[in-house]
């Protein structure tokens, strides 16, 4: 089975501070990627990579960077931290080229106060 | 462009009642893909399904079906005899190579939330 973890569930953290989301796979695959979700807004794309120190800008990138400096794992960092920025953050990866379905991790529900 | 429209965005029904969910897809690409995602409760994606522009034929799995109509640019899931399990939301997307490239970017609907009572 793919697995797909992040590092937290829940975080709750102060505006200004730099936060950093962390997204482990064990399946070997290529492509890693970062959404963001909101009510009403569905999921929405903020960063992804396709190989190792590879990134690309969604959607929304702006407030976010990411790293990825091994294969399996994909950091998404909130420099300075905003209250809009409170959302469902969810990870996922797929394998190669070629139309293969994403598979997510579980999601960290992030509150900045 | 590239759309993905799910029109209903709440859907309630009695449990053993059959019920469908609509998706509506735009691109111009001749090569794509479509997915159908459930998010339960506890919040984590869970694939259902994968069916290429090539394949038109419609994929039944247990209580599921997918009817997949070019000609109408939908793609429809089709939960027969539901269940409370059976509640969540549900999103469906869309893969072409025309966005985001070869590296398998997707584009979600913005998903109908399905409640099941007992």
């Known amino acids: 089975d793919v697995k797909v973890t992040q590092s937290s569930r829940y975080l709750v953290k102060r505006t200004g501070e730099k936060v950093f989301l962390e997204c482990v796979q064990d399946m070997d695959h290529e492509n890693m990627f970062w959404y963001r979700q909101d009510p009403g807004l569905g999921l929405r794309l903020i960063y992804f990579s396709y190989d190792v120190k590879m990134k690309e800008k969604g959607d929304i990138p702006e407030g976010y960077s990411v790293s990825r400096e091994k294969k399996e794992r994909f950091s998404l960092i909130l420099e300075s931290a905003s209250t809009n920025q409170t959302s469902m953050y969810l990870c996922?990866?797929?394998?190669?080229?070629?139309?293969?379905?994403?598979?997510f991790g579980p999601g960290t529900r992030l509150t900045v106060t | 462009a590239q759309k993905v429209t799910q029109a209903q965005t709440e859907i309630s029904v009695v449990e053993k009642e059959d019920v469908t969910l609509d998706c509506v897809y735009e691109t111009r690409d001749t090569t794509y893909y479509l997915f159908w995602y459930k998010q339960p409760p506890s919040g984590e994606l869970v694939f259902l399904i994968r069916r290429n522009s090539f394949d038109e034929q419609n994929e039944i799995s247990g209580r599921y079906s997918w009817n997949f109509q070019k000609s109408t640019s939908s793609f429809n899931f089709t939960i027969t005899a539901s269940q409370v399990v059976d509640s969540a939301v549900y999103f469906c997307?869309?893969?072409?190579?025309?966005?985001?490239?070869?590296?398998?970017?997707?584009?979600f609907g913005k998903g109908t939330k399905l409640s099941v009572k007992p």
């Open positions: 997307a869309l893969r072409s190579n025309n966005y985001g490239g070869s590296q398998g970017n997707l584009i």
């Open positions: 996922a990866s797929s394998p190669g080229t070629g139309g293969w379905e994403q598979y």
